[in-house]
């Protein structure tokens, strides 16, 4: 089966003093164990970038430019990276008025376009509820695995 991590699941792997960082480690260690398929596609490597250089005050993890960079190509020899192609935005316009998404929604939809274009139907995140308007997925927090 083919995994996708959202990018909440790498930012926890990156931070080994973070709450969560134990669970979303061991999810994804299991997954690799079984066998699985895990992947990683712009957007998630996207948002990874933004936290990992936001500053710690503002819940960033204050990564200088060279090691998140570091970490991004680190990412990509372990997980298989999916590019984006130009199927993406018509999937992602016809889901968002499929499913009448708005504001802050249309991000986390943009994903599951990609998902779809790219046929990947199982989703390891902290925020299932962000995804459940999306019946063809299969949604799964660490402590699901």
């Avoid at 372990?78 to 935005?89: K, N």
């Avoid at 939809?109 to 962000?130: E, G, P, S, W, Y």
Wanted: charge should be negative.
């Amino acid at each position: 089966m083919s995994y996708l991590l959202d990018s909440n699941i790498l930012l926890r792997m990156a931070q080994p003093t973070h709450a969560m960082h134990a669970e979303a480690t061991h999810a994804t260690a299991a997954l690799l164990r079984r066998g699985e398929t895990i992947h990683v596609i712009p957007q998630i490597l996207y948002e990874f970038w933004s936290v990992a250089t936001r500053e710690i005050q503002y819940n960033g993890l204050g990564l200088s430019i060279p090691d998140a960079h570091a970490e991004l190509a680190r990412l990509k020899t372990i997980f298989i990276f999916l590019p984006d192609s130009s199927a993406i935005y018509p999937e992602w316009e016809r889901l968002v008025m499929q499913y009448a998404v708005k504001g802050r929604d249309s991000h986390d939809t943009r994903i599951v376009a990609a998902m779809n274009v790219h046929q990947l139907t199982h989703l390891l995140t902290f925020n299932k509820d962000d995804f459940k308007r999306f019946p063809s997925l299969t949604v799964l927090l660490p402590s699901d695995i």
